[in-house]
């Protein structure tokens, strides 16, 4: 099957480097288009991204002067690629996501595979990112996440993480793969594929979460009106910026900010998901 698909990437702060790579192996896993939004860095980073833009065609910049926020930078980066892509298919990563060669081509095959229904949403994985993911495909650990026949990566029980704290489960990349295809219920920007008509269904990310949580509760509204989410765990991507915060979250140096945003999101998101569990609409099948 032929898929046109464009990579739409936020970045911010001084990473015009991560973009720079992002640019080169998206291109060579074949993406038609690049839309870089640029979440109002600093004068001498945007000039990077100019430079990296100017050499590579079809690919794109939109600069801010102030930063959105991520719900707002990929709400506008969104629209923008919306109005603007040649594509069928919109490929979200983060900006220091850097996708294997065949990364795109397995997400199209797996597309294909599950009928090609634009229901579908796809993701990528991300070894050092996905968890839940990374347990699931080698079968190590099945939490509660068995139904409909697949494995899903649902919410994880408050009493599952504790007791996962004290596991060493490391899955090296040479391990039986069991679940190529996972089903899951929620998903990250990074590495997200959909065709982009569900945006004229599920509409734009919601600015006001500003930060922490506004990807959660954007594939939130991609499942609760029956999108079913998959990770292809052929397609990898690497997070070339995997370091925690060495200060830890809750340090005296962390910004009151961003305390405020993760506990207020997360908080919201965990008492919908509650309410809604229930109330989902069901599979529209493929079209």
Known sequence: MEMRVSIVTVTYGNRASYVRQLVEAGLAAGACQIFIFD???????????????????????????????SAGGFKKA????????????????????????????????AYCY???????????????????????????ELLDSVTKGFL???KVSLFSKIINKFKRNIVKPDSVINYPIVRRVRASWGGLFFHKSIIDDVGLPNESFYLYGDD?????????????????????????DSQPNSNGFFSESQSELKVYYAIRNHVYLDYRGDLLSCVRIPDQGCH
């Not at 690629?81 to 594509?87: K, L, M, R, V």
């Not at 070894?127 to 993911?133: E, N, R, S």
């Open 39 to 69: 979440n109002g860095s600093p004068q001498g980073n945007r000039k990077e991204l100019e430079a990296i833009v100017g050499g590579e065609e079809g690919v794109f910049l939109h600069s801010e002067r102030s930063n959105l926020g």
């Open 114 to 140: 599950l009928g090609s229904c634009q229901v579908n949403v796809l993701v990528s994985y991300r070894m050092l990112m996905d968890k839940v993911a990374n347990k699931v495909v080698h079968k190590r």
């Open 78 to 109: 969104l629209s923008w690629a919306s109005e603007s892509a040649s594509s069928s298919h919109f490929w979200i990563l983060d900006d220091d996501n850097i996708p294997e060669k065949d990364a795109l081509s397995s997400l199209v095959q």
């Open 216 to 240: 959660f509760e954007y594939s939130d509204r991609m499942y609760d009106s029956g999108k079913e989410i998959f990770t292809v765990y052929q397609s990898r991507i690497i997070d070339i």
């Open 152 to 154: 899903v990566g649902q």
